[in-house]
């Protein structure tokens, strides 16, 4: 059984418009160059049209991966949810004991995660290390560098 992720309202609606967009123009675009390909004759012999059909079946399989992930996803109702304690879609404010630098992350599904935009997975290590802790609250997290100890500061929406 496939595992549940948890979404945005916007996270939600672009993995809706990918999928619509994969179905709609990147199958009409496939079926034009199978088409084509099968223009320039003998099929046996044409790797083009070869090319084009096994294109056509990554594109398939990236469709059904695609709604399968859509069928397990969950909408969060951000207002809802608890700020007393690290969750997904919370929005974190750590600070690095050792160097006191300050960071600010936002909790969020694999597909979602951008480290530039401030959003990490909730299957990353700090994530995984951050949740269910409170506001004060220090903790180590086993990172590839090692070991690192933060301290929660704030917890937001």
């Not at 199958?27 to 004759?41: F, T």
């Amino acid at each position: 059984m496939a595992e549940v992720s948890y979404y945005t309202k916007d996270g939600l609606e672009k993995l809706k418009e990918e999928l619509q967009y994969l179905k709609t123009t990147g199958r009409a675009n496939i079926a034009k160059a199978i088409a084509e390909a099968r223009d320039k004759g003998d099929l046996s012999e044409n790797a083009e049209y070869d090319a084009a059909k096994e294109a056509q079946g990554h594109h398939e399989t990236k469709i059904a991966k695609l709604e399968e992930t859509l069928a397990n996803a969950r909408l969060l109702d951000e207002s809802k949810l608890d700020t007393s304690k690290v969750l997904a879609l919370s929005k974190v404010k750590i600070k690095n004991i050792k160097n006191g630098a300050t960071m600010t992350y936002q909790l969020v599904s694999e597909s979602e995660a951008d480290l530039k935009a401030g959003k990490i997975s909730v299957s990353s290590p700090i994530a995984k290390g951050l949740l269910g802790k409170k506001v004060g609250e220090k903790t180590e997290i086993t990172v590839p560098a090692g070991k690192m100890e933060f301290e929660i500061l704030e917890i937001s929406r």
